[in-house]
């Protein structure tokens, strides 16, 4: 157990919330992300040195918009409320929400004297996003900023620590929003700051260690960074842990000879690594749709863990990298599946286990990547970026063979190797090469051929759920197409995908 200063922040849909909690975090304290619909009582019995309602596109006026108990914002707890929480706050406490006059985007915006406001420039950019706005305020409280048309920017009771934002302090947009919710959470909830990755391993790494002790503990190794944070946590911990790592033969160039490096090696576990590609060639031959070829990668990648941990026989505990994403309840609604992922969380069913671990279940992931590197992963494994469980398997489109698995690995690694000569890297968030069915003519030399083309796809996001194309320069796209065309035998033209998601998404298949 933990003695660490939490902040609930109170979910009402909008599209900010997540942003709001990893603000929280990035400011050194520790917050939990919780549906509106949580009992009071739960929320207090957590103890909140403060509470944040987020932004929602509900209308507090209708009649079922979401709501909180009033006891909630009289526990002495402070409050603070964005947008549509701050006008939530002023509608439970007999204030005026109407329609109009809207605002969206950028306003400039002048503050008056508060805890809130201290540090922040009499007049900054804030960034607005409603459709109504708080026509008259409740008794105690009174405004502390304003826009040209907004009377009610901001307002607070300061006696009672409650405070209410029409605009957006979480978004980059509003310039002077970091240091707003700095000054919520230090002012106002008086945070220590003792939410750090440095701090988290070490608690983690103790209660993994009081937990598990010298028991038998297994884990799936992916090669991506959730799993590979999550082992390596065990592994300080733990003498017992044996990491299986299936090669579905589907991996990018290498990779799997730097899976073996990083943790067998640099890290000392006890890594078994399958060599499975050619039943997922085999189980894949002749197989071209798409969602066909998801199911068997998954079911077979199961069969293989399976058969490894029936060697391993019965453990005590399994190790799972769920991140905190995956666990937030989200306060209105749930999204269509669009395709059916693959990644190592469908293994318990075949695991002989007592309970499963899950050292990540807090963590953002930025803040696994921060953890990852202060438990000393390299930047090869931390800062690898997003790789489909499915491999090259869905970046194939067709039939998966084992030449165009040789194709499509030597292209990207051209692809991401001139990525990374150009330093851009960082700022795009996945980049791949796909290869496509479509074979085109060409000439090389005087020969004449005739050779599939490759797409490269590279595209900027936060989370994945919505993407836009990389204006990677043309003079890099130039290298990039004229190595690989040169260097790798089989394609013979290149096509870059300059489509957003949606409507498309960013795997081909
Ligand atoms: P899409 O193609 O749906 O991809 O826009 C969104 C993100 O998810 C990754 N992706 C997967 N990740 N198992 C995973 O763990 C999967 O089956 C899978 N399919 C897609 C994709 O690379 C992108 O980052």
């Known amino acids: 157990m933990n003695d660490r200063q939490t902040v609930i922040v109170l979910d009402f849909g909008g599209q900010y919330n997540q942003l709001i909690a990893r603000r929280v975090r990035e400011q050194g304290v520790y917050c939990e992300l919780l549906p509106f619909t949580t009992p009071t009582a739960k929320i207090l019995e957590k103890s909140p040195i403060g509470i944040i309602f987020t932004g929602g596109p509900s209308t507090v006026t209708d009649k079922d918009a979401p709501r909180v108990e009033r006891a909630l914002l009289e526990a002495g707890v402070p409050v603070l409320g964005i947008c549509y929480g701050c006008q939530l706050m002023a509608h439970t406490f007999g204030g005026v929400v109407s329609e109009g006059p809207r605002e969206y985007g950028r306003r400039t915006m002048s503050v008056l004297e508060s805890k809130l406001f201290e540090g922040v420039s009499p007049t900054s950019m804030c960034w607005m996003s409603h459709t109504s706005y708080i026509e008259k305020l409740p008794e105690g409280f009174h405004s502390i900023a304003v826009t040209p048309t907004c009377p009610v920017a901001a307002m607070a009771c300061e006696d009672k620590k ?38 988290f391993a070490a608690e983690t790494i103790a209660a993994l260690r009081e937990k598990i002790g010298d028991k038998k503990v297994l884990c799936a190794l992916s090669g991506g960074v959730d799993s590979a944070v999550a082992a390596t946590l065990v592994h300080k911990a733990c003498p017992n842990l044996v990491c299986v790592y299936v090669d579905h033969g589907l991996m990018r160039k290498n990779e799997t000879e730097e899976i073996v490096r990083v943790f067998r090696d640099g890290q000392g576990m006890d890594l078994i690594a399958v060599d499975a590609s050619k039943r997922f060639l085999a189980a894949l031959k002749g197989v071209t749709e798409p969602e066909k070829k998801r199911k068997i990668i998954g079911a077979e990648f199961i069969k293989v863990f399976e058969e490894e941990a029936k060697k391993i026989g019965a453990v005590d505990y399994l190790v799972q990298g769920t991140i905190y994403p995956d666990v937030i309840e989200s306060g209105l609604g749930a999204s269509a599946k669009i395709k059916s992922h693959h990644n190592v969380g469908g293994l318990p069913d075949v695991v002989d286990f007592k309970e499963i671990v899950e050292p990540l279940r807090d963590l953002f992931k930025d803040e696994v990547r921060a953890c990852g590197f202060e438990i000393g992963l390299p930047a090869s494994i931390v800062m690898r970026q997003p790789f489909p469980g499915p491999g090259l398997g869905i970046r194939i489109i067709g039939e998966v063979t084992a030449e165009k698995v040789k194709i499509l690995q030597d292209a990207d690694y051209i692809f991401r190797e001139e990525i990374a000569r150009a330093g851009l890297d960082k700022e795009i968030w996945q980049y791949f090469a796909v290869l496509t069915n479509v074979q085109t003519v060409g000439v090389m030399g005087d020969e004449r051929t005739y050779d599939r083309v490759c797409g490269l796809r590279a595209v900027t996001s936060v989370d994945g759920m919505t993407a836009d194309w990389a204006r990677i320069p043309y003079d890099v796209l130039e290298v990039i197409s004229s190595r690989i065309v040169n260097e790798v035998k089989g394609i013979n033209r290149i096509a870059y995908d300059i489509t957003s998601k949606p409507p498309s998404t960013i795997e081909w298949e």
């Open 162 to 199: 409650l405070y209410g934002v029409q605009f957006h302090p979480e978004v980059v947009h509003t310039e002077e929003g970091g240091k707003i919710l700095h000054n919520f959470l230090y002012n106002v909830c008086g945070a220590k700051g003792d939410w750090t990755m440095g701090n």
